[in-house]
């Protein structure tokens, strides 16, 4: 698989990165015996390998901005390039020493997801894309899953937590999505699940609440392995909505149509 130089600079930065979090994730589970817990041993992990990408993204493309998982922002000066980064989705799988976290970097062309790569440390996997060029999962090439019924799908979501989400309507949602399909699985870890589409893995998937860099990425990983995106309301702006179906065309539809069955009492 050729690789065009910005992807390069990109898989580098992941790689990079991961090393830093590989080695604390390593001692992440020695600080589970602790009172205190490993919470801000997490914070500074993540701290630590956003400054690493950053530095190599920026590095790379000084004129590009840049919009990081924490929310800071930095606008280029070329106007036409934005980088997106999460450097630790699935924080709270990492924080339980759950080897299920991704490094995710999306490249931001005039508004589309031009190149994409999500990189699992704890496994090796490192998924990447281009538009127009495919998307790979360690330079095997991608294509979503076949299945056309929901009958035969295993289907992947986000769980809402304390304090995010409303726990109602996504119980609701949930409730009339099992009754349909094979399986329902949470994993934490919204770039993974996306990623996981794009090979085949998962038949489908929907969340809601999610930001930018939860889905940049695999928005595109998707894609080009033959999937379709929409959000939620069947619009085609999951970023700005923060609401996301992917699945191949069947199943993003049928999926899409469980979703909007209406809620009890209306």
Not at 147 to 153: Q, T
Not at 254 to 259: F, Q
Request: no cysteine.
């Amino acid at each position: 698989m050729a690789r065009s130089a910005l992807l390069n600079v990109m898989v580098q930065a992941a790689f990079k990165a991961g090393k830093s979090l590989s080695r604390d994730f390593g001692e992440v589970q020695n600080l589970q015996v602790s009172m205190k817990g490993p919470g801000d041993y997490v914070s500074q992990a993540d701290r630590k390998a956003e400054k690493i990408v950053r530095e190599e993204l920026m590095k790379a493309r000084p004129t590009y901005g840049y919009l990081g998982e924490d929310g800071d922002e930095v606008e280029g000066t070329d106007g036409a390039h934005r980088w997106i980064v999460d450097t630790l989705d699935g924080a709270a799988n990492f924080l339980h020493g759950i080897p299920h976290f991704s490094i995710t970097i999306a490249l931001e062309r005039q508004g589309e997801i031009v190149t994409a790569v999500i990189l699992n440390p704890a496994t090796d996997e490192l998924y990447t894309a281009e538009r127009g060029g495919g998307a790979f999962l360690n330079d095997r090439r991608l294509r979503v899953a076949a299945r056309r019924s929901l009958a035969d799908a295993v289907i992947s979501t986000g769980t809402p937590f304390l304090g995010r989400g409303h726990h109602g309507n996504y119980l609701i949602e949930l409730r009339h999505v099992m009754g349909e399909v094979a399986g329902v699985r949470s994993l934490g870890a919204p770039s993974l699940a996306l990623a996981y589409v794009a090979a085949g893995r998962f038949d489908g998937y929907w969340e809601r609440g999610l930001m930018p860099w939860d889905t940049a990425a695999g928005m595109l990983m998707v894609r080009e392995a033959g999937g379709w995106i929409a959000d939620i309301d069947g619009g085609n702006k999951p970023m700005e909505d923060g609401s996301i179906v992917a699945g191949n065309e069947y199943i993003r539809k049928a999926l899409h149509e469980v979703l909007h069955r209406p809620m009890p009492g209306k």
